[in-house]
């Protein structure tokens, strides 16, 4: 298989090393090291995107765009094989090549603002570079991906068909989670009142989906664009509180070890707001705290029930991965909603940076 993807990109396989890379929870990625270029070989996880070319689609617009806006951003999009194909198809298995960024790095959780607030500026930069794109021109890779009213239906449902052992096991996230549903009331409501304007949205800001320089950390550019599409801010400053905040990243066992820093809240706010400060209204700015409870609580949702559906979504390594991961994020939710009121004064004292 990897013999065929690369010979039609004019590799040779005997030429190259291939070994598993990175730790995405979604796609099978492994890198192509040579001994004058290395490059990150993708498959799509079909199972999750049913149809790879939207994905492949998208990536060329916003190629086309950025080309000719934004020619020196580095945007790390698919490359072109012999057929001038960005994607190809061996066994019914959708790949893509992509150049390996050179000298960069990707983390698993964030130890220092340093750290988050270049993150942050990355994917604000993103934000700002796409600001003009008219998001009509893009297809959805992942219909109401982030639509929080339906991610509680399908909780719902799952608790409805799941097994007896696994429903037990999980009662008290289940309660927890059901009692925290006026988060999705309050998301419909900004949706539905037109409070958050439609833009690019990444929609998988997490800390391991940013490029760092190995040496002195500096952010090079967002990776892992499959989801990129149409959708609201939140989304993005929202996935950056839940990956960000927390010393431990969603993985942890050890829930004394979860737990929100409120330098990593300014860190996050001041590198975001300094690339799209300027861009966001003021309703929009307004919902900058509630991103962080809609997307922790989406993903404590998403854990959840994948765990009350056996676990057919994420990549799991043991029996209760997903509930380990849900009884994490409802901790680190909980440890959210209790700093608020010191999230909303750093808010509310930091205007000068917008
Ligand atoms: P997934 O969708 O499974 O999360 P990603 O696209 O995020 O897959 O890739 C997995 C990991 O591979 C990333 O976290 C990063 O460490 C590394 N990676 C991805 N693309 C590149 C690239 N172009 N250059 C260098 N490393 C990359
Ligand atoms: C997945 O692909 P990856 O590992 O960056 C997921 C995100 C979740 C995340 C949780 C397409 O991201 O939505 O927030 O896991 N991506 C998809 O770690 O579902
Ligand atoms: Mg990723």
Redesign the pocket.
């Known amino acids: 298989m990897f013999q065929e993807i690369l010979a039609s990109y004019g590799l040779q396989f005997e030429d190259y090393k291939i070994e598993l890379h990175g ?5 099978y990625t492994w890198k192509v090291s040579g001994t004058e270029n290395d490059y990150l070989l993708q498959k799509i ?1 079909t199972n ?2 049913k149809e790879p070319a939207h994905i492949d689609k998208n990536l060329l617009e916003l190629r086309k765009f950025l080309d000719q806006y934004a020619p020196d951003y580095l945007f790390v999009s698919p490359l072109p094989n012999l057929k001038n194909e960005t994607m190809v198809v061996v066994n019914e298995g959708y790949y893509r090549i992509f150049p390996f960024i050179k000298n960069s790095k990707s983390a698993d959780y964030v130890k220092y603002p340093e750290e988050a607030y270049q993150a942050a500026k990355q994917f604000g930069q993103f934000a700002k570079e796409l600001d003009g794109f008219d998001t009509t021109k893009l297809k959805y890779t ?1 219909v109401d ?1 982030h639509n929080l009213p339906l991610r509680v239906e399908q909780f719902i449902s799952a608790l409805k068909n799941a097994n007896p052992d696994r429903l037990k096991q999980a009662t008290a996230e289940i309660d927890e989670l059901t009692k925290l549903d006026h988060i999705a009331t309050k998301y419909q409501e900004l949706i539905q009142n037109g409070k958050l304007k439609e833009r690019v949205v990444h ?2 800001t ?1 800390i ?2 940013v490029l760092v320089n190995q040496q002195t950390g500096e952010g090079l550019c967002v990776i ?1 664009l ?2 990129v599409m149409p959708g609201y801010y939140i989304s993005d400053v929202g ?1 950056m509180m ?2 960000y905040l927390s010393e431990a990243n ?1 993985e942890e066992k050890d829930l004394t070890k979860v737990a929100v820093r409120e330098e990593m809240f300014f860190a996050i706010y001041r590198g975001y707001m300094e690339e799209m400060g300027e861009a966001l209204s003021e309703s929009e700015k307004e919902q900058f705290i509630f991103s962080g409870k809609f ?1 922790i609580y989406m ?1 404590a949702l ?2 959840l029930t994948d765990f009350l559906n056996d676990d057919i ?2 990549h799991t390594a043991y029996a209760d991965h997903n509930l380990v ?1 849900a009884k994490n994020q409802i901790q680190l939710l909980k440890s959210y909603l209790a700093a608020e009121p010191i999230f909303k004064t750093i808010f509310q004292e930091r205007p000068a940076v917008i």
């Open positions: 730790s995405g929870l979604i796609n996880n999750v995107f992942l991906f929609h998988d997490k391991n989906n892992d499959d989801t996935d839940r990956t969603e997307m993903q998403r854990f979504y994420y991961r």
